[in-house]
């Protein structure tokens, strides 16, 4: 690792004043693209993950980044830090002018992974818009990819690396050397998580129509809107012609994800610890203040000695995907974690504990009513947006949030809500929705 004494905000400046070098003659390669801006700002994105992967795993792992069948530099992250590998699925390019353009002259609202289909027709148009993709009649340009591979050994400069254009070869996106696709002028409507624009598995192939295209991104998780200087969420609102949040974006509505769950009540209250995902060195140059909180271990062991002292029994709830090994000295009973449906585990009379503000759950518990707490430091509160701070207070002000320096509250509190038929108070799902609704 070379990334001992690198800060992610030195990366994130570093990568924006590398690529203001080049933003001009990139704007010049693609002036006959009608998506210019978009196709500029994913090639920034692509260059910042790259200049990340270097400055953590140096040559070796930046070149071992092109060997790999990996198509984005945090997938391949995971891999490097012996994590559960994890790569986004490729769609297959079977190129057809014809099928492309029939699908697109019939049907102009098409969805991808993220979006929360309303209907049978909607979900119809979900299982044919991957196929626009896929026949779309790419068609490859060598001297935009030879401009290109000079542009990027420009922006790498700095980089002792004489064979650098080698390296980049290997694995370049089709968007950054490929021929504008002229069609019969039908508006694109694109509804997903705009995230799935940065995983370079073909959809974000759809910015070299030359047609006009609307992208109405929407969060698919917890986190968006929580912490300051997140660097992949602007990346990934900046693509948008309009991003929808659920709560702390500036345009919102009310979360669909979590549905209301119709569980008994069981005869005992559960404490239920919810443990936050694992995460790389790669993911804090990304999200530093998400991780830098994923990572104190001292809103951990605030809640253990909470309990310890109490003699609380309680269940930890381990992530399915990326189990943390930092919880293990703190488990005492366990429940398996699930990618899907992961909220049948609760039951209405639970009660949760997040030592993560940004866990999608904490939208499962409030739209059940179901009783949760939250532990944070102070510094953590110090990073948070004025929104977050705002309800993080409110939260404080009725007993269900807390920092990790205040001792016997954590256990004050849940002994309130075991000994009474507790659910979270009216006031505090009507403040939820005049916040994060208004």
């Known amino acids: 690792m070379n990334s001992d004494n690198i800060k992610p905000i030195e990366i994130y400046n570093n990568s924006k004043l590398k690529y203001e070098r080049i933003k001009n003659d990139v704007y010049y390669l693609f002036e006959n693209y009608k998506h210019k801006d978009k196709i500029s700002k994913i090639f920034e994105y692509w260059l910042w ?5 270097l400055s953590i795993y140096g040559d070796k792992g930046f070149l071992d980044f092109f060997k790999s069948k990996f198509t984005d530099p945090i997938s391949f992250s995971y891999f490097l830090d012996g994590r559960t590998i994890y790569n986004n699925s490729l769609i297959k390019l079977k190129k057809n002018r014809f099928k492309f353009l029939f699908l697109n002259f019939v049907n102009q609202n098409f969805y991808y992974s993220g979006y929360k289909r ?3 027709i909607e979900e119809i148009r979900f299982r044919i818009s991957n196929k626009l993709i896929k026949y779309l009649p790419v068609e490859k340009d060598f001297e935009l990819r030879k401009r290109i591979l000079e542009l990027t050994s420009i922006y790498f400069s700095d980089v002792n690396k004489s064979n650098i254009e080698s390296y980049l070869i290997k694995n370049l996106p089709l968007l950054f050397y490929s021929k504008p696709i002229y069609n019969y002028e039908k508006p694109i409507n694109i509804s997903c998580a705009s995230a799935s624009f940065f995983e370079f598995n073909n959809l974000e192939n759809i910015f070299l129509v030359n047609s006009n295209i609307y992208i109405k991104g929407y ?51 559960r404490i239920i610890w919810i443990e936050t995902n694992s995460a790389s060195e790669f993911n804090f140059m990304v999200q530093p203040y998400c991780v830098l909180n ?64 940004t866990s ?16 944070i ?11 977050q701070k705002k309800w993080f207070e409110f939260l404080s002000h009725h007993g269900l949030s807390f920092f990790n320096d205040e001792k016997g509250k954590l256990a004050l509190s849940l002994k309130k809500i075991i000994s009474n038929d507790y659910c979270i108070p009216e ?6 929705k005049n916040l994060f609704y208004c």
């Open 427 to 432: 006031e505090v799902t009507n403040f939820h």
């Open 360 to 375: 999608s759950l904490i939208f499962f518990f409030l739209e059940n009513q179901i009783p949760f707490l939250q532990i």
């Open 49 to 53: 993950q790259l200049n990340i992967t």
């Open 219 to 269: 969060q698919h998780g917890g986190g968006y809107g929580t912490f300051l200087d997140d660097y992949f969420e602007e990346f990934e609102k900046s693509i948008c012609d309009e991003f929808i949040g659920w709560g702390l974006s500036e345009i919102n509505i009310k979360q669909t994800r979590y549905k209301k769950i119709k569980k008994n009540y069981l005869p005992n209250k």
């Open 294 to 357: 994923i990572n104190n271990q001292k809103n951990k062991e605030y809640i253990f000695e909470e309990m310890k002292a109490s003699n609380f029994d309680y269940f930890n709830l381990i992530h399915p995907k990326l189990p943390f090994k930092k919880y293990k000295k703190f488990r005492k009973k366990s429940l398996q974690g699930r990618f899907k449906n992961v909220e049948k585990l609760f039951n209405k009379n639970d009660i949760g504990i997040f030592d993560n503000p």
């Open 118 to 120: 309303k209907n049978l």
């Open 377 to 387: 430091s102070r510094n953590d509160f110090d990073r948070f947006t004025i929104k």
